[in-house]
């Protein structure tokens, strides 16, 4: 560049003085003075302000949309914020509206039983190759004893078997260790059920007794230990042996223990 610009010298310094002379014929102009020379002149002077203006302009316009999508950018984000704490808002929300609604079928359950029944929330859920316990949040401290039978508003989930002040364990009528008194609700027949992990078996029901797939097993009240006619299982396999006396009945707990978070127990 330094040397393009010694090469010609010259005619550099004579852009230079031509426009150093245009612009004071331009200030006496718009001063006032000759007034013949004024419209071309300014003619003149405004086009090359307008090319010299052009680049400022551009940056200036270049500027405000760079601030512009920042503001854009960072509004954007401000909004999917306060939209993931708006789902987080709603999720809560349906939750407590799910849970009083289980809360408020378990207190029309509730109407329906003795009204020593206490309502109590499961803590702790223990499955193992041996047992099906559940722990709830009561203990003795509020009037829990063992062998209370523990239901919820499908039926029939367990009894206590362990009780401290403010828990108690619950075993489950899938555990091994449990029996329970039961009926099939169709014909009355009855038999003793018993846990199978996640499932239960109906205990000495005679070869020729009517059971069928689908039928209801209810309590019957026999034990003394749940009122009679709770929903208990459905049976879902029945099997006949001509060597056995009795009917091999798998049937599946009413209740979903894997889902499930409120339960009563009743108070004898």
Known sequence: MPGLIRKNKRSVVIIILFAFLFWLVTIQVKNGRFPF?????LAVAGFFERII???????ESAGSRYIYLVRT???NGRLKQELVLLQIENAAANELLTEN??????????????????????IAKGNSPASSTITINKGSHDGIEKDMA???????VGRVQAVLPNTAKVILITDPGSTLAVRVQR???????????????LKYVSFYADIQEGDLLVTSGLDGLFPKGLPVATVVQVTKH?????????????????????ALVLKK
Do not use: H
């Not at 203006?53 to 940056?59: E, H």
């Not at 809360?103 to 039983?113: C, G």
């Not at 523990?150 to 029939?156: C, F, I, L, T």
């Not at 001509?242 to 409120?262: D, G, H, K, N, Y």
């Open 73 to 75: 950018e960072r509004d």
């Open 150 to 156: 523990v239901v919820a508003e499908d039926g029939v």
């Open 37 to 41: 020379m004024e419209r071309p002149v």
């Open 53 to 59: 203006a052009a680049p400022f302009r551009f940056l």
């Open 242 to 262: 001509e060597a056995s006396a009795f009917q091999a009945v798998t049937a599946r707990p009413i209740v979903s223990f894997s889902r499930l978070e409120e």
């Open 187 to 201: 014909n009355r027949e009855e038999g003793l059920l018993e846990g199978k992990l996640g499932l239960c078996a």
């Open 101 to 122: 609604e289980r809360l408020r079928v378990l207190l029309e359950f509730k109407k329906q039983n003795p009204p020593t029944a206490t309502a109590v929330q499961i």
